[in-house]
């Protein structure tokens, strides 16, 4: 059974979803940026909670979380949510399961507090790309998506090279929106890239930027990547870094594009519960 919660972090409330009862290490799920929230690892979420806790949560800026008022999307403020979702659970060194640019997120995470977590899964995260889009469009200021219909939001997003459930899921889709005065609204703050907060925000210190390599070379907990095979985040160069720098490093495949907890979500439970299965 499905309990949502809340729980207040920096400046705005994250939603989550929780999942199953006390039993083997729980797993934390964290959702990419194109177009993803906690509704998409529902269907894993309840496959992995059989005999452990399983939560997933909106990430700053997403579905039923808060926008942040001083629009701090940082490294910082991210992982200071991990830190509060996992302090209103009360669990101890959960496995983290990152997808896309929760990917990056979670390695960070792991490289930055390894007391917090005892394994680390990065699902089909491009780790030398940005995740997300954005292209060159200014990093606040910018309008909130909105669409005529729910049917033009689709459109919109099965145009994308790895179109996410939202593309051809109707009843996803709408949650995803929300209705407005000119038509339906993404739940999602359109700056949702800024990593610079503004106003009081602005002054207080932040983690110095790392290169995504220093930090999954920091990581020192047992880790796994879940690729998917029609997927276009792993370069072939990527793919040989990574088997060439990092032989401790498991990997597991789907048969999916970006979207691997829709298309392949049974591949994606069975990788995970492998991994897991003596944590």
Request: charged content about 25%; glycine content about 8%; overall charge neutral.
């Amino acid at each position: 059974m499905q309990r949502n919660g809340r729980v207040n972090s920096g400046d705005v409330s994250i939603f989550y979803r929780a999942f199953g009862a006390r039993g083997q290490t729980p797993i934390l799920l964290m959702h990419g940026a194109n177009y993803f929230d906690s509704y998409d690892w529902i269907k894993v979420a309840e496959a992995l909670a059989t005999d452990r806790e399983v939560a997933s949560f909106d990430k700053r800026g997403f579905g039923e979380s808060g926008w942040s008022p001083s629009k701090d999307y940082s490294v910082d403020a991210n992982m200071g949510d991990i830190h509060a979702v996992i302090a209103e659970l009360k669990w101890e060194r959960p496995i983290v399961v990152g997808h896309s640019a929760s990917g990056r997120l979670a390695i960070a995470f792991a490289a930055a507090f390894p007391g917090k977590l005892s394994r680390l899964v990065v699902v089909d995260s491009g780790l030398a790309r940005e995740e997300g889009g954005g292209g060159n469009r200014p990093p606040t200021g910018n309008p909130p998506m909105v669409f005529e219909s729910v049917d033009a939001a689709m459109a919109h997003f099965a145009k994308l090279s790895n179109p996410p459930r939202i593309s051809h899921d109707r009843e996803r889709a709408e949650a995803a929106l929300v209705k407005v005065e000119k038509g339906y609204m993404l739940k999602r703050d359109p700056d949702f890239q800024n990593t610079k907060p503004q106003g009081e925000g602005a002054s207080l210190p932040q983690r110095a930027s790392r290169d995504v390599w220093q930090d999954l070379a920091a990581v020192k907990c047992p880790t796994m990547i879940v690729r998917g095979l029609r997927s276009d985040r792993y370069t072939p160069e990527i793919l040989a870094r990574i088997t060439r720098d990092y032989p401790q490093i498991e990997w597991a495949t789907a048969n999916s594009q970006h979207d691997v907890a829709d298309q392949a979500p049974q591949e994606l439970v069975a990788a995970i519960r492998k991994f897991v299965a003596s944590a």
